[in-house]
């Protein structure tokens, strides 16, 4: 049997992991056409979530556009990957996709472009030296004009949106919310794992979208929940491990999705030859993973700064401490809280931190293991 335990990747089928509440909540949201933003840090699966959604909502016959941002670095590139992405929206032959995109974006010009088996692609040309107001306006009409020629609702999901706070200015921003707030049948939803910056994108007053949609935290999966799907796939290869071992594979990884299931992966390598797992597979795989993240964890430390390492290393001992208690910046020689703010700030800007329920806390869970490892 393959082994069933993925990460590193989108998930889909059943690798995926529940989410099934999530996943009601969500669909009958877009339904409503409202419009959702969900945030989380990295590696708690909202791309894997939301490819499902997609799913299901392109089977309740709703029009569906998927746009990851995170390549669109500029306005420019911005347009080229929403136009390549409405592109593969649209169902048909090539020959009535190209005279669909023709009339929904007149001031751009596509040409089908063949890459191997994946099918025909579409890219587009346009004068990049002119406004690209004008292709805004075409752009980001488009899905409302398809869907009411095809009498359905939209569903236009933005990945990585964060992305757009790095352009020079926020005309892309603007022009978005003017249109989208007329658009009643279709759902936005808006994604992002840098939480500081979809946070201030969403609330800042003085921001365009303030206040433009339902915030959708995305928590960590439940503990009971994660340990029936680890022994769920266990049971299927027929390797055996106890209750006991899976609810400790679960608690080592702190719930964390991810690592729940590279740390699974590793251990079904372990105990697939002998069909069992013990506390000398665990031992060993909980080893092999922190030596397969060891160079990256190596690479990013010595980006640091001196003071970002002392913190670092303190939150790997007392993760949920009152970080500006005196007892707590005397116990690791942290000196004055005002100096300590500004790096917790650069630590959060990283994603190495993350603010929860009021403290600091680590985003890796292994990466603080792994400086545990440094003392010794």
Known sequence: ???????????????????????????????????III?????????????????????????????????????QKFVEVYARALAKSIKGKTETVYETLRGLLPRLVPKVVLKGDEGPDFEFSYDKTADTLPLLDDLLAAVRKQAEKKGQ????????????????????????????????????????????IIFDLFSNPNRPFYKSGKHFPLGKIEKEVLADFVSSKFREGEIEITREMVSEIVDLCEAHPYYVQFLSHILWEEGEE?????????????????????????????????????IMSALSQEEKAEVFSSKFLQKYNLGAASSLQKTLKSLMEKDLIEKEDGVYVMADVFFKRWIRTLEG
């Open 39 to 75: 945030f989380s840090p990295r590696r708690y699966g909202k791309t894997s979530l939301i490819k499902r959604v997609l799913e299901m909502a392109g089977q309740m016959d709703i029009l569906t556009v998927y746009i990851d941002l995170y390549p669109a670095i500029t306005k």
């Open 153 to 196: 609702q939209g569903l236009v999901v933005f990945d990585e949106f964060q992305e757009i706070a790095n352009y020079e200015d926020d005309e892309i921003e603007r022009k978005m919310r003017s249109i989208f707030q007329t658009h009643r049948e279709i759902s936005y939803v808006f994604m992002g794992s840098k939480k500081h």
């Open 1 to 35: 049997m393959k082994n069933p335990f993925v990460y590193g990747g989108e998930v889909s089928g059943s690798a995926f992991c529940n989410r099934e509440k999530e996943i009601q909540e969500l669909i009958r949201d877009i339904q409503q056409g409202e419009n």
């Open 274 to 310: 002998k069909a069992e797992i013990g506390r000398e597979e665990l031992d060993t795989a909980l080893q092999k993973l922190l030596k397969r993240e060891s160079g990256s964890y190596i690479t990013l430390w010595d980006t640091l700064s001196q003071k970002q390492r002392q």
